[in-house]
């Protein structure tokens, strides 16, 4: 469960860097487009670059979901899951010892 917990945040925050490398990379074209723009004015020039918004959009609201299953895995240490702690009795036997020790 630890390694499909790890492995499913490990995917999300994939998604997510892919998503902001998206945005760098359009918004670098942007850049080098404008700059050609201003240096030739008369010269032919390709269209202008499309930010791809919508996709980088996506791919940060879908890096949600395994992110949000990743952090509802949790996984408790052996020894630990039958233990019930009181605030004013301090550590308690859990049932299945209760009945064990009634005759």
Do not use: C, H
Not at 47 to 58: C, Q, V
């Amino acid at each position: 469960m630890l390694a499909l917990k790890y492995l499913l945040i490990t995917g999300s925050l994939g998604m997510i860097l892919v998503a902001m490398v998206i945005l760098a990379n359009d918004l670098y074209r942007e850049l080098i487009y404008r700059r050609a723009l201003s240096a030739a004015p008369t010269g032919t020039l390709p269209p202008p670059p499309e930010l791809r918004w919508r996709t980088s959009l996506a791919l940060a609201l879908l890096a949600w979901g395994p992110l949000l299953l990743a952090f509802s895995i949790v996984v408790v240490p052996n020894g630990t899951a039958g233990v019930r702690v009181s605030q004013t009795s301090g550590t308690q036997a859990s049932p299945a010892e209760q009945s064990e020790a009634q005759p």
